[in-house]
Each structure stands twice: as structure tokens, then as C-alpha cells.
């Protein structure tokens, strides 16, 4: 019988995965314990969900903070930490009731004061906080339950804002902790949520404990994505940061890890081949991989340059350098594949397999003149440095002077908030990803501005954009919405701000033995879930 390659490769990497854990790792890392999960989630290196848009400083705050409202798995937002809430005839007030139980994990209640000290902060990041902060007459505690937000005009998004899943997150604080300015980090690490973060040890590096918060009250209702009762069915939660990929695996088969949150595409057939793993989709709507470039700086502050990169890219053969075919789909709209914004508009640059001659075209009339374009590459993020190797290449190939600056999380996340030129430790381009969910949350989603200086990393500028994009939570209806994306749309890949390199789905690896991993896009929760027997 013919063996597959595929078949071989499941075998040849399920054997060398087995066998290549280092045994030092072996002999520092004690049997798993039944009721405590040990999860690979990546560095974890700032803490407060309010200075950075990281994903795993958001899977940390969903873990220890608690929110006013959460989207339950229909991406519908349910009331939280808010036990009663109201709206004045006139749309202009909420009013918000605290639930009883709510207590902060150094032992003291949280009060209204707290929440209002959060949402204040968090509304000086976010375009939807920044967006409710500018429209609100005032935002105070009238006791030490109840908490109000009075608008100067209605809002009928303010509840959606709220609840939003994309980082940074309305995590509520203690107050002393969000009187902080939003550019100090908060590093307490004191929230109220399900799980307290244990400081003595944490091994910054090495791995975090979170301990199950014993005094945590979960709502009554059943656990329905980030919604609904947040119940801890384990003792304790391990953070593990193990940066080799084939090591993490290697724990994983050998049960000294429970979870790996982004296995390599590579590995998947040794994942696959294992009867004790499964791999399983959390975000079903997938992935959105994109570049931004830097539009101040040559040669992308000239829009054809950037419009070059419509053209240049063969989305199947980015997604190609990472993972199999069956995961990845083409996208061509700026509002995602799978959101009640996805649309058409304005996608005539798109071509399978891409059009070099075009963007060589579209180069030439920038008056590209051989400046250098430096490529930030994540050597710690294997998937976004594969496709910042590719784009190398395929710019030298039109005669574009690419080059990769190579750096894990904390150095490019630093050099990427450089707005000044590659001479001046500036960069051109980088690659990152999010959840297609986060693709529609037009009011608290950075990614999605066009703002200029103001704005999120790459500072592309368009007045007529931002002018269609204040109308969103003035609208009323979804229609009325939808007729603004496709305007917003036309415009963004007219100015070429970000450039989409394709869609996946990306299945987190699990033993068998974990279950009830909730499945909702965007972040990562650690409650819910229990380890049955083997």
C-alpha cells in the first residue's frame, strides 16, 4: 500500500516532537496535577489591558478583571458585573446597578467609584471609550452601587461598546488603579474577576500562576460565551511560556502541558496523529492576517505606493507559508469574511495569484527611488515572520530595496511606535493578526481608523473616512450600517492603509482530557473548562 506524504510527515513529526523535549524541562516540571491546567499562551510581558492592544495581555485581563457587560456566543452583549440597568425616555441617561458579591481579590468591595474610574481611563484609548467619553455630560457614582453615564445626545451603541471583546477592554479596576494615566501601567494586577493572579509565583519568563478566587460570585445564568457564570472548575491555571514551538508540542504530547494555544500549522499532523491530543477551532469565524504600512514616512506616504501592495499580494501564497490549505480562505473586504459588515465595495484590485506588474507599475509612479523598506519580522511568532519572509522576497522581485529587522513581541511592539524614518530606527512594514469578529467593531477597534498621528500604528489619514465613521453610533439601524461600511470600505482601499494578506482558521491543541473550552472569538477564557479523568 502507498503511504501519503502526508502520512509520513504526521509520523516522522509525531516521532520527533515525542523525543525532542529538553530533559531539563522534563525534571523541573512536575506531574499535572488534576485539578490544575497548564497553558502555552505565549510571553506574557505587560499586564495592563489598557496600554496595549496584545491579545494575551487581554486573555490575562479576562481572566482576573470582570466587566460591566460580555458578549454571550451569539456576540450579543449580556449584563456582567451590572446586576440592573435602565435608559431615560429620552436615551440620554443609563443608569447601572452592581450586582451583589462583586469584591476585589485584596479582600475590599468594589463600588461604583471604581467603575467609573475605568471606564474614564479605557475611554481615553479606544475610539468607541474615546467616542462615549466626548459625548458623555457625566460619568459619576451616585452611591456606592450605582453608577451613571449621561450623554449628550443618544447613543443606541453604548451598550455594545461596553461589551467589546477587542483590546483594549473595559476591564473594571480598583479605583486607585485606574486613576493611573492610560500611558502608566497598572502592574497590582488586582481584579475582581474568577481568578486571582498569583504574585509570589510568577516567573516573568518562565510562566504565571492564576489561582480559582474562591470568593468569586458567578452570575446564575448558565455559562454562554463570555457571558452568563463564570464558573472555575480548577484550582489553578499555569501560564506557560515555552518558546520553542516543537518543545511545547513535545509537552503537550507528554501531558506535562494541557493546552497550546497557537501550535505551529507544521505540527498539526503530529497533533492529529496523536490519540490522546485533538486540535479545535475556538473562533469559527477565523483569523485575519493584514500588514500595516508606515504612512509617514517614503515611500509608503505616497498612496500609490501603498496601493502597489493591494496588487503585489498573493493571498494563497501567504497563507501557504503556514498552514494547509483547508484552514485559509481568501478575503477581500476590510470589514472580514463573517461579520454583518462584510461586502464588495471598491475590491476590484484583488486578483488570484496577485499582480506584481501592477504594483511595479503603481511603484514607479509613487517615484520610488530605492529607498530602503524594513519589514518587522517576529522571530517569536513563527506564522507572522514566514509571511514578513515572503514579503521580502516578493518586494525584491519588483525591484523594491526590502529588508527584515528580525524581533520577538517587546522589541517590535517598541520600534513599531516609531513614527520617524529607517535611518532613525523607523520601520516600513509590519504583519499581524486579528480575530474576523474584531474586523466589525468599527467604534472600538484601532485597527480600523484612519486618523492619522492620532491613530494606531501605520497612521493613515482620511477626514472623509472618519467622517463616515463618527456617523456609526448615530445611526439606528443595521441597514444604515451597513450602507456606511460600504462607503468606509471604497475609501480604505483607496487610501491603501492596510493591506490584507488572507484568512485562517486556527485551531488551539488540547489533551482530550481538557473540556469545555468556551468558543468565542478574539480572546482566550480560562474558566469553564475541567480536566476529566484519562
Not at 41 to 68: C, E, K, Q
Not at 76 to 88: C, D, E, L, R, T
Not at 100 to 113: E, N, Q, R, S
Not at 432 to 447: F, G, K, M
Request: aromatic share 8%.
Amino acid at each position: 500500500m502507498a503511504i501519503s506524504r502526508r502520512e509520513m510527515i504526521k509520523a516522522g513529526l509525531a516521532a520527533g516532537a515525542a523525543i525532542s523535549i529538553p530533559s531539563v524541562l522534563r525534571a523541573q516540571t512536575a506531574p499535572t496535577d488534576a485539578r490544575t491546567v497548564r497553558m502555552v499562551m505565549g510571553d506574557l510581558s505587560t499586564f495592563d489591558p489598557i496600554v496595549t492592544t496584545a491579545t494575551m495581555t487581554g486573555n490575562h485581563g479576562l481572566a482576573i478583571y470582570d466587566m460591566l457587560f460580555s458578549l454571550d456566543s451569539k456576540l450579543i452583549p449580556q449584563p456582567q458585573m451590572v446586576g440592573k440597568w435602565a435608559v431615560s425616555d429620552d436615551k440620554k441617561t443609563y443608569t447601572f446597578e452592581l450586582r451583589d458579591g462583586l469584591g476585589w481579590h485584596d479582600g475590599t468591595p468594589v463600588t461604583a467609584k471604581d467603575c467609573v474610574a475605568s471606564i474614564c481611563r479605557w475611554g481615553e484609548v479606544p475610539s468607541g471609550g474615546k467616542l462615549i467619553v466626548e459625548r458623555a455630560s457625566d460619568i459619576s457614582a451616585q452611591d456606592d452601587k450605582t453608577l451613571i453615564i449621561s450623554l449628550r445626545e443618544p447613543m443606541g451603541l453604548l451598550i455594545e461598546i461596553l461589551a467589546g471583546a477587542v483590546t483594549p477592554v473595559l476591564y473594571i479596576m480598583r479605583e486607585k488603579d485606574a486613576n493611573l494615566a492610560a500611558t502608566e501601567q497598572v502592574t497590582a494586577n488586582i481584579g475582581s474577576g474568577p481568578f486571582k493572579f498569583n504574585h509570589a509565583l510568577a516567573k516573568p519568563g518562565a510562566s504565571f500562576t492564576y489561582d480559582r478566587n474562591e470568593k468569586y460570585v458567578p452570575r446564575h445564568e448558565p455559562t454562554d460565551g463570555f457571558a452568563g457564570g463564570k464558573v472555575v472548575n480548577v484550582d489553578r491555571v499555569i501560564w506557560e511560556n515555552i518558546t520553542d514551538q516543537q518543545t511545547a508540542v513535545a509537552a503537550l504530547q507528554s501531558g506535562e502541558v494541557d493546552f497550546h494555544l497557537l501550535p505551529p500549522a507544521d505540527l498539526y499532523p503530529a497533533i492529529e496523529s496523536d490519540t490522546n491530543l485533538a486540535l479545535q477551532v475556538l473562533n469559527k469565524a477565523g483569523d485575519v492576517y493584514f500588514m500595516r504600512m508606515n504612512c509617514l514616512q517614503k515611500p509608503f506616504d505616497n498612496v500609490k505606493a501603498r496601493q502597489a501592495m493591494l496588487h503585489l499580494i498573493d493571498q494563497e501564497a501567504f497563507m501557504r507559508t503556514s498552514f494547509p490549505p483547508e484552514y485559509t480562505r481568501t478575503i477581500t473586504s476590510f470589514f472580514g469574511n463573517q461579520t454583518p459588515y462584510t461586502n464588495d465595495e471598491n475590491t476590484g484590485w484583488y486578483k488570484k495569484g496577485g499582480d506584481p506588474e501592477k504594483a511595479k507599475q503603481l511603484f514607479k509612479e509613487a517615484g520610488y527611488a530605492g529607498e530602503k523598506v524594513v519589514i518587522l519580522q517576529r522571530t517569536d511568532w513563527a506564522e507572522a515572520g514566514n509571511c514578513a519572509q515572503l514579503l521580502a522576497v516578493t518586494l525584491r522581485k519588483i525591484g523594491v530595496n526590502a529588508e527584515l529587522a528580525p524581533g520577538d513581541s517587546a522589541s517590535n511592539g517598541a520600534r513599531r511606535r516609531n513614527k520617524g524614518s529607517v535611518e532613525n530606527d523607523g520601520w516600513s512594514i509590519f504583519i499581524t493578526s486579528e480575530s474576523d469578529y474584531e474586523r466589525s467593531t468599527t467604534l472600538s477597534n484601532p485597527t480600523l481608523t484612519a486618523n492619522g498621528e492620532q491613530g494606531w500604528w501605520g497612521w493613515p489619514q482620511s477626514d472623509e473616512y472618519e467622517a463616515l465613521r463618527a456617523k456609526w453610533a448615530d445611526v439606528e439601524t443595521l441597514e444604515e450600517r451597513q450602507a456606511l461600511a460600504r462607503e468606509m470600505q471604497r475609501i480604505q482601499w483607496d487610501i491603501a492603509g492596510t493591506v490584507l494578506l488572507g484568512s485562517v482558521l486556527s485551531p488551539i491543541a488540547r489533551r482530550k482530557t481538557l473540556t469545555g473550552l468556551i468558543e468565542m472569538p478574539s480572546l482566550t477564557a480560562m474558566w469553564n473548562m475541567q480536566k476529566v479523568p484519562a
